[in-house]
């Protein structure tokens, strides 16, 4: 099982920015896809970003341009760099990892004001 630590969440004015980071640690199997969900209250967790082993990237329609995903894979660690921020880009970001499991860290609040 993999530990995922997040950090980097806050709140921020609507256009404004944000990076969150999150660090992959205990894993005895290579973590090959690591990316980012968000969540509102009463709405499931949705696919933002993720990133393989390998460097290819993939995002949600709605984060296009606006969002970064990057990688520093001897840290095994991900980054969410989020500009451009909108009010409806509020929720919990979750990061997660995908190896032989698919964990999950405990999540960080983003809050985008108007």
């Known amino acids: 099982q993999v530990q995922l630590v997040e950090s980097g969440g806050g709140l921020v004015q609507s256009g404004g920015s944000l990076r969150l980071s999150c660090a992959a640690s205990?894993?005895?199997?290579?973590?090959?896809?690591m990316g980012w969900y968000r969540q509102t209250p009463g709405k499931q967790r949705e696919f933002v970003a993720r990133i393989t082993s390998g460097g290819s990237t993939y995002y949600a329609d709605s984060v296009k341009g606006r969002f970064t995903i990057s990688s520093a894979n001897a840290k095994n660690t991900v980054y969410l760099e989020m500009n451009s921020l909108k009010p409806e880009d509020t929720a919990v970001y979750y990061c997660?990892?995908?190896?032989?499991?698919?964990?999950w860290g405990q999540g960080t609040q983003v809050t985008v004001s108007s």
């Open positions: 997660n990892a995908v190896s032989r499991t698919s964990d």
């Open positions: 205990g894993s005895i199997f290579p973590v090959n896809v």
